[in-house]
């Protein structure tokens, strides 16, 4: 059961991924630069963030350990967010919604299978099989479908 609440869940943040875009696209036309548009959204759920986990620590009663992850990982994310959030702005009025959300989901598979091999960060190393090829390829080809068509 947990694991369908965890597959919808996984399908609803990427329903918001293809809806923040556009709407980001819209914010920069508004103010005449995507990365204007990108500062904005990080700002604001930065702030909403911000919000939540300190309601969550208190609640909770939990101590944040500021020491405990390497430094750059407090950055790292932000910067990996910033380039995404500026480059979706920039090319969903160039490719359309179904087709950016489509090289999207391509590249995050290819960089995750990229990751999965090496063990990025400690994680479980995963060989790429011909399966995995044959996915990535397919979905690759999709997603040229759903541009080119």
Do not use: C, H
Request: no cysteine.
């Amino acid at each position: 059961m947990m694991a369908l609440v965890w597959s919808l869940l996984g399908i609803l943040s990427g329903a918001f991924i293809a809806i923040q875009a556009p709407i980001n696209a819209q914010l920069a036309r508004g103010l005449g630069l995507p990365v204007a548009a990108a500062f904005f959204s990080f700002l604001s759920g930065s702030v909403v963030l911000g919000i939540v986990t300190v309601a969550m620590t208190r609640a909770g009663g939990i101590s944040l350990d500021w020491k405990a992850p390497a430094p750059w990982l407090f950055v790292a994310g932000g910067v990996l967010g910033g380039f995404y959030v500026t480059l979706s702005t920039i090319l969903i009025p160039r490719l359309g919604a179904a087709a950016l959300m489509a090289f999207l989901v391509a590249g995050q598979l290819i960089a995750g299978m990229l990751l999965d091999r090496i063990g990025f960060l400690g994680f479980a190393v995963r060989e790429i099989s011909l399966g995995r090829i044959a996915g990535a390829v397919l979905l690759l080809a999709g997603a040229l479908l759903v541009r080119f068509s």
